[in-house]
């Protein structure tokens, strides 16, 4: 069971010079002396509190807010250890994706962008509302990208990254 939002307040303190977060009192296995969490295999900092695990992320949300956030918890720069307030905000799962950056196994070097052997050219593709829509072929993967960050910017406003 999730830890109440007093509770979270009370036993972690925020650094908004730093954006981390600290035990505000001791315990059995807390270190006082540094920052609280530590990076899980997502590349998120992440904090054991009794039985319970958080995201470094959400227990900032609770602390400055005093609620559980209704929406995911978004890291405006794509950073997941950046967690300054100023780099958080609340988003839903597909604002979330489009906030990502390229693929791991992204062949092009450009988000939403790969080479279409039938036509010799560049694909731009973008992903709205759950559908993947095309936005045509190109001789360079550069005009490909183009294409796509003008879709990204009014589409996925301020969500849009390349």
Request: charged share 25%.
């Amino acid at each position: 069971m999730k830890h109440s939002p007093k509770q979270i307040q009370k036993v972690l303190y925020y650094d908004f010079r730093t954006g981390l977060l600290w035990w505000r009192e001791r315990a059995s296995g807390r270190q006082m002396n540094r920052p609280v969490g530590s990076p899980n295999s997502d590349g998120y900092l992440e904090i054991h509190h009794g039985e319970n695990r958080y995201k470094a992320h959400i227990l900032v949300w609770v602390i400055i807010k005093g609620v559980w956030p209704e929406k995911e918890i978004d890291h405006c720069d794509g950073v997941k250890t950046n967690n300054l307030w100023c780099n958080l905000r609340l988003a839903t799962r597909a604002q979330q994706m489009h906030n990502t950056g390229r693929y791991a196994n992204n062949t092009s070097g450009f988000k939403g962008v790969s080479f279409h052997k039938v036509t010799g050219l560049w694909q731009s593709r973008i992903m709205i509302g759950g559908k993947n829509i095309q936005l045509g072929f190109f001789k360079t993967p550069e005009s490909a990208f183009s294409a796509r960050q003008i879709a990204a910017k009014k589409w996925h406003k301020e969500f849009a990254r390349s």
